[in-house]
């Protein structure tokens, strides 16, 4: 009788910690998405991403868009913001300056062309204007994108930095007549192309078709959406060393048996809907596996700017 009771007891107290758990796990997944492109394209694009995990994880997924990389920087920060898909490098280096144990690296996209595990950040003017290198975009407006971007910011400003001297406040010593924060990617590019800036930066793989605007990047993005001819009315006059491409990021907020459960969903993504996966990244990218020694340039690199804006 004893045996029975204690049997019985025993039971009891496993199905009550199961119900704790089940109890604890989220009941819905926040989902950042940078800003700097097309509001509307960005939530179409992640719409699949939200029917698989609310049918694998039962759960209600949440599009969280944010106008700036700050916002969806501030939500992993606080725990507003459960989940990212290609990540800004430098965004994630503000991340881990401030918190290095506010997320876990998933894992790293990589191109399903030829197999690399990065990108560029371009220059480009109209295809029709006479300029052919940086330089002669002396005394001329130029186009950044967002504080927070690596190819749109962080990498060019040190490019400029030691190419023309200054910073980026007194327009790299006078080198160019201004130069704007345009907000983003697309608004870089659509600022060339209605005459804004007679230069601008964003971001391509550089791999792939030219014409379809390269396996990744945002000339692909924007020809998918209304610009099928972009490539034929730009010219790319500079690229940068090679950048990480963006890492998969979960918050280390979350019950530790539900982020398993996430990430187990988000590589279950990218190999049973790769089109969907896609989609999420902004290009044709695999999950591959990563250190944060793949980052450690960019943090080291938005460690210095941070200290030189204080």
Not at 129 to 150: I, V
Request: aromatic share 8%; hydrophobic share 40%; proline share 4%.
């Amino acid at each position: 009788m004893k045996k029975a009771i204690s049997l019985t007891t025993m039971m009891v107290g496993v199905m009550m910690v199961f119900n704790a758990g089940a109890a604890d796990a989220p009941k819905e997944v926040n989902l950042g998405i940078m800003g700097g492109q097309n509001a509307t394209q960005q939530i179409g694009d992640n719409q699949c991403v939200k029917q698989f995990l609310d049918n694998e994880l039962k759960v209600d997924t949440k599009l969280r868009n944010s106008s700036d990389y700050a916002g969806v920087i501030q939500g992993l920060l606080g725990g507003k913001i459960d989940l990212v898909f290609g990540m800004s490098p430098s965004s994630f280096a503000s991340v881990y300056i401030k918190d290095p144990q506010a997320v876990e690296l998933v894992g790293i996209g990589v191109d399903d062309v030829d197999q690399s595990r990065g990108y560029h950040s371009v220059v480009l003017v109209k295809a029709d204007s006479p300029y052919r290198k940086l330089e002669d975009l002396k005394g001329q407006a130029f186009g950044f994108a967002e504080p927070d971007s690596t190819s749109g910011f962080l990498m060019p400003n040190q490019a400029f930095k030691k190419q023309f001297g200054g910073s980026v406040d007194n327009q790299y010593n006078q080198f160019f007549s201004s130069v704007t924060f345009s907000g983003g990617h697309e608004q870089d590019i659509l600022g060339v192309l209605n005459g804004q800036f007679e230069g601008a930066v964003t971001w391509a793989s550089m791999v792939g078709d030219y014409d379809s605007g390269y396996s990744s990047g945002a000339f692909g993005r924007m020809i998918r959406m209304d610009q099928p001819d972009l490539m034929k009315k730009i010219r790319i006059i500079w690229q940068s060393p090679l950048i990480p491409n963006g890492p998969i990021l979960v918050s280390n907020a979350l019950p530790a048996d539900f982020k398993a459960k996430l990430v187990t969903a988000i590589k279950k993504l990218d190999k049973e809907d790769h089109a969907c996966f896609i989609k999420a990244m902004g290009g044709k990218q695999h999950i591959g596996e990563v250190k944060l020694a793949e980052y450690q340039a960019i943090i080291d690199m938005k460690r210095e700017l941070t200290k030189g804006e204080r």
